[in-house]
T-cell receptor, first 109, second 114 residues
Framework: GESVGLHLPTLSVQEGDNSIINCAYS??????FIWYKQESGKGPQFIID?????DKRQGQRVTVLLNKTVKHLSLQIAATQPGDSAVYFCAGTGNQFYFGTGTSLTVIP | DTGVSQDPRHKITKRGQNVTFRCDPISEHNRLYWYRQTLGQGPEFLTY????????KSRLLSDRFSAERPKGSFSTLEIQRTEQGDSAMYLCASSYGPSGYEQYFGPGTRLTVT
């Protein structure tokens, strides 16, 4: 079946460093991917998206990279701040939206 | 606040009881989604509506689950004869446009079945 999965369940980074969160997907027909941030007790919050015809997309302090050859995408957060501490999910389209299990990012002050 | 709202935020019920959750999407959004999320997992798709039409249902949505969006605005999700395995966070999201990809999530309803 379709799936997206994250390589690491937890990630700790020092405040000010860059963070990279990785995700692999199985459905080569997925044409759209999204990264979400979920803080404790809240619903997921849209961060950035990318269509399958793109390799890279940049937002404010965030960059998403898509490698269709190996079915891999990553989220890069520049100058990570304590407020970035959360669980990050990648999601892809198929017949429905598929979410990965999430990576918990902890920013160490 | 004009975001997605859900009610109640928490629900504790005994096994075998029926529960109903409500979701109010962002007003101009034509698509509405229901997800279930258990601890440590990503949201799992349950169903979605485009306006009042229910267009997709996951196989996770057993016969005990039913969702409605009668006027294309708010939606309800009912679980009949609840089981302990139904304990989870139930998330609602809405989106606008033909693709519906950029979904805005509500805070969720946490269900605990005892």
């Amino acid at each position: 079946g379709e799936s997206v999965g994250l390589h690491l369940p937890t990630l700790s980074v020092q405040e000010g460093d860059n963070s990279i969160i990785n995700c692999a997907y199985s459905n080569s027909a997925s044409d759209y991917f999204i990264w979400y941030k979920q803080e404790s007790g809240k619903g997921p919050q849209f961060i950035i998206d990318i269509r399958s015809n793109m390799d890279k997309r940049q937002g404010q302090r965030v960059t998403v990279l898509l490698n269709k050859t190996v079915k891999h995408l990553s989220l890069q957060i520049a100058a990570t701040q304590p407020g970035d501490s959360a669980v990050y999910f990648c999601a892809g389209t198929g017949n429905q939206f598929y979410f990965g299990t999430g990576t918990s990012l902890t920013v160490i002050p | 606040d004009t975001g997605v709202s859900q009610d109640p935020r928490h629900k504790i019920t005994k096994r075998g009881q029926n529960v109903t959750f409500r979701c109010d999407p962002i007003s101009e959004h034509n698509r509405l989604y229901w997800y279930r999320q258990t601890l440590g997992q990503g949201p799992e798709f349950l169903t979605y509506f485009q306006n009042e039409a229910q267009l997709e249902k996951s196989r996770l949505l057993s016969d005990r689950f039913s969702a409605e969006r009668p006027k294309g605005s708010f939606s309800t999700l009912e679980i009949q004869r609840t089981e302990q395995g139904d304990s989870a966070m139930y998330l609602c999201a809405s989106s606008y446009g033909p693709s519906g990809y950029e979904q805005y999530f509500g805070p969720g309803t946490r269900l605990t079945v005892t």
